[in-house]
């Protein structure tokens, strides 16, 4: 994308001739309630050129969503309130225009795609019907020339059959297609300002990339600005222009993407990206969070915000706050450090990330063996609700997991993880196959069995405010299942209670709290606690950190490892963010649409993939590389997964396949072994088949011919 830094830092100095598009001065918005003020954004200022993408990062509650929505006179009514400020859009004050004139900008020159399309569009209406507003309101189209246009936006976004998709209610469409849809109707009306509060959270690496190639293409084509609001700092390395590291409703740093991530200043920015698990870390190396929590916005500490957090504080942080101080290239850092009695320069002393305990298990003994593991769910229709399909979440996995081993399991949303895992658990019946638990097939236990082999295997979901109960004191949820398998009684109860709790890095304390009393972080480690209350010795973990900020999300995986080191679990790790699988994995299994199409040791999966599926997720991750390296490379897989009611025939992922040739729709791979435990389900290390792949897939095809010289019988 064009660069326009040079500009940027020309009009932050006021020097520049050209007016940005967008000057925030001064803004502040308070949220009051009787006896307290939650100062949400507090005294802030930026300006954003024409053509620039502003990253704005940070913790839950610093404040960038509330920052952004005030732009767009969102949050200006009870009890949230801007205060003071002015937000200058082409020169004019937005803040100062009447209700008539701010509903003409919104849409048509300011639009935003908020954090969850789920909730944020219409259950009620269609996608056509909601798209289809905007271009009537603001543009004054008629009905049909209203439809025509939304299929083009449709189209425009990458949404496959458009005009059917037009017919379709939120629900029926998949994460990605909703987002796809929201970025159509922010797009609709050609606005000149784009905000993007958290776009791709939610979504898999795969369909991440595609949504951020998206968005770069429709910035670099309609010439727009955009505002990029995220956690996820390598995501603002690959989008943004600019950066405002904010931190309790303040800007603590500014700074050009290349700078900030070439030399951050900020004790907090070093913070952030010390949190971050790397891909191109191996598998061992200790993460180092932030320590603590954000301050309470309504009781904030004296001096520096972030004092209470920081290990460089001296005095002076204590009693009073920093200025924002001005540094070469327009960068400006709000930190003592850099006051011109400090050097600042030499303040860093650079985190040295530990390395874990790396052990090999093989020769532990196997606990889990799971064997051809099918889940379908059938379809009904009519009266007598005759089944007339199949839902085929899990379709004939096989796998083994040792004592004290962590196996990865990755994969798009749709592919069978969490069903698998549940299936394995029991807590849904298999269709068929076999799960052998130290020994013992679950399948062919009653009821009553089932239950005493509960304590021995337990999950981690993936939202623990959903899996908790909300009328049950933390102490009463971790007490039954110590009541329930007969671990405890008494005053016992309670004191392996208090154990359990400082075990996780919790207060005993809390025992009398309820769930909605405490942070998401939190709640995480109290659904851990959960899952350790009785001894188990096995663990999924569904998704257990994928809607955590990156510093409550190294807490979380420390934790995890270190339980596993203590008490000698063995987990089965379930994500879609392929830097945290390598930061725990000893192997990774990758699953496309029901099946593992790819099975290998944490080391032997990321340094040499096989799959051309493996090959495409790796290449999607995001990095903080500033030399864009690892984008230039990327591999964009088009389309979603398909519907596991009716797979494709063949190879089930050939219709995403940059390699796929002629045997591919008519044959099923086998999962073939490349050696050192290494298995591959693709036809290109298949000598019977590889003679007939594409020229572009001859580097795949001599591979396979390296691991299979001889022709599969």
Known sequence: MSKTIPTAAQTDAGSAHIEPLLRVVNLKTYFFSEDKIVRAVDD???????????????????????SALSLMRLIDSPPGRIVDGKVLF??????????????????????????????????????????????????????RQAELEGVQLLTQVG???????MKSYPHQLSGGMRQRAMIAMALSCQPRLLIADEPTTALDVSIQA???????????????????????????????????????????????????????????????????PRIEEKQGIRLAPIHGQPPNLARMPVGCKFHPR???????CVEEEPPLFNMPDGQTVRCWLYDNSQTGESARVETLRESNDVRTHDEAPVILDVKDLTKHFPITSGFLQRTVGQVKAVDG????????????????????????????????????????????????????KLQEMRKRMQIIFQDPYSSLNPRRSIGSILAQPLKIHNLAKGKEVGEKVADILQRVGMNPEHAGRYPHEFSGGQRQRIGIARAIAANPDFIIADEPVSALDVSIQAQII????????????????????????????????????????????????????????????????????????????RIILEGDVPSPINPPSGCRFHTRCPYCFSVCPEVEPLLLDAGNEHFVKCHLYDPNYSSAAPPKAEALVSRGRELNPEPAS
């Open 310 to 316: 920081c290990p460089y504080a001296f005095d002076r």
């Open 159 to 165: 949404v496959p059959s458009p005009a059917e998709r």
């Open 558 to 633: 420390n934790l995890l490892q270190d339980l596993q080191s203590e008490l000698g679990l063995s987990y089965i790790f379930i994500a879609h963010d392929l830097s945290v699988v390598r930061s725990v994995s000893n192997r990774v299994a990758v699953m496309y649409l029901g099946q593992i199409v790819e099975l290998a040791s944490n080391e032997g999966l990321y340094e040499d993939p096989l799959h051309p599926y493996t090959r495409a997720l790796l290449s999607a991750v995001p990095t903080v590389d500033p030399t864009g390296a690892r984008a230039s490379s």
């Open 397 to 448: 996995i096989s796998f083994t997991l040792r004592e004290g081993e962590t196996l990865g399991l990755v994969g798009e949303s749709g592919c069978g993880k969490s069903t698998a895992g549940r299936t394995i658990l029991r807590l849904l019946d298999p269709t068929s196959g076999s799960v052998m638990f130290h020994g013992t097939d679950l399948a062919s236990l009653d009821s009553k």
């Open 44 to 66: 802030i200022s930026y300006s954003i050129g024409h053509n620039e993408v502003l990253g704005i990062v940070g913790e839950s509650g610093s404040g960038k969503s509330v």
């Open 90 to 143: 082409d020169g004019d004050d937005v803040l100062q225009m009447s209700e008539n004139e701010v509903r003409h900008i919104r849409g048509n020159d300011i639009a935003m795609i908020f954090q969850e399309p789920l909730t944020s569009l219409n259950p009620v209406y269609t996608i056509g019907d909601q798209l289809m507003e905007p271009l009537t309101l603001h543009r004054g189209l008629t009905k």
């Open 210 to 276: 595609q949504i951020l190639d998206l968005m770069r293409k429709i910035q670099q084509e309609q010439q727009s600005s955009m505002i990029f609001i995220t956690h996820d700092l390598a995501v603002v390395n690959e989008m943004c222009d600019w950066v405002n590291v904010m931190y309790s409703g303040r800007i603590v740093e500014r700074a050009s993407t290349r700078t900030l991530f070439t030399s951050p200043k900020h004790p907090y920015t070093w913070g952030l990206f010390d949190c971050l």
